[in-house]
């Protein structure tokens, strides 16, 4: 009986954030499928001759498109968008194996085949990691980037030491990947709601945020969080062609005491990089596009307005 329950509930929730992505899409969408992902492609209002390079955004560990809809309606004011949706997370069925890896191969072929040129990829959390990725791996391919609050290596943020390396992460990757891989419904929505706090700061978005955790896969989280943990790419940001804008969230964090240390720490993410920009919102929580998008707008047009 109690299994039932949970399959009952989980496809609910299923159903629940495929009604919100299919509400937030705009009519004038275009979609396309790959092994790894999908696109949702919204053109954009401007008129053809002053529209903008096309912006590629890239949603963060178990979540969709949804969380980037305000984000949407703001750039196609001057660009064609491009939004992704992971396999294996908020209800996209997963795919067997290495994940990121194929998401990169898999994007790059895509703004190939889409003759986009130089789009400008804005990534969240992970997706930011996949900005960097892309960009490090094509450089001529990718234009400006912007990380929001996603960076080139996520472990430093849970040792708390810039100078943590792969090699010190290995079994506790192994680890974290194995425990997610044999999380029961429950255990993993007790374990996805004791971390909401540093989401997001308003009860309809942390919402939001466990719904999609909820459908998401959970040995596709865990490999995912894996790859996150054994992939660094602070070596390589010295390939980088294109100016980078690092966004930060510091509203979760327990004292404003800890605020040098953090900056410290995201600044030597991007110690290698050519042309790197930290900003950071030390009122938002993590997902800073739920949270304060006004602010995250402002920086991102004069970033980019800056990088033309």
Not at 111 to 134: C, D, T
Not at 147 to 173: E, I, N, W
Not at 268 to 279: D, S, V
């Amino acid at each position: 009986m109690i299994k039932c329950k949970s399959n009952t509930k989980a496809v609910f929730i299923a159903l629940y954030v495929s009604l919100i992505c299919y509400l937030n899409q705009p009519a004038n969408a275009k979609t396309a499928e790959y092994q790894s992902f999908s696109v949702s492609v919204t053109e954009s209002s401007a008129s053809p001759n002053t529209v903008a390079a096309p912006v590629i955004l890239i949603p963060g560990l178990m979540s969709d498109g949804s969380v980037w809809q305000s984000t949407v309606d703001e750039l196609r004011k001057n660009h064609q968008v491009h939004v992704v949706h992971i396999s294996g997370f908020a209800g996209k069925p997963a795919i067997a194996g290495p994940l990121l890896p194929v998401v990169k191969t898999e994007l790059l072929n895509y703004i190939r085949e889409q003759k986009l040129n130089k789009p400008v990829v804005i990534g969240h959390s992970l997706g930011g990691y996949m900005a960097f990725a892309l960009a490090t791996s094509a450089p001529d391919l990718i234009g400006p980037i912007v990380a929001v609050d996603g960076l080139p290596y996520l472990a430093p943020v849970f040792t708390r030491d810039a100078k943590t390396q792969v090699s010190d992460m290995q079994q506790q990757a192994a680890q974290i990947k194995l425990m997610y891989q044999q999380f029961s419904a429950e255990q993993f929505r007790s374990t996805i709601a004791q971390g909401l706090f540093i989401q997001a700061s308003a009860g309809k978005n942390a919402d939001q945020v466990l719904a999609m955790a909820m459908a998401s896969d959970r040995s596709a989280v865990g490999q995912a969080m894996f790859e996150l943990l054994t992939s660094d790419l602070r070596p390589v940001l010295a390939k980088l062609r294109q100016p980078v804008l690092l966004l930060g969230a510091g509203g979760a964090l327990p004292a404003e005491s800890m605020r040098p240390a953090v900056t410290s720490l995201y600044q030597q993410q991007l110690a290698a990089a050519p042309q790197a920009t930290l900003e950071f919102n030390w009122q938002s929580r993590h997902f800073i596009m739920l949270d304060d998008p006004q602010w995250m707008f402002n920086k991102i047009n004069k970033f980019l307005q800056g990088a033309r």
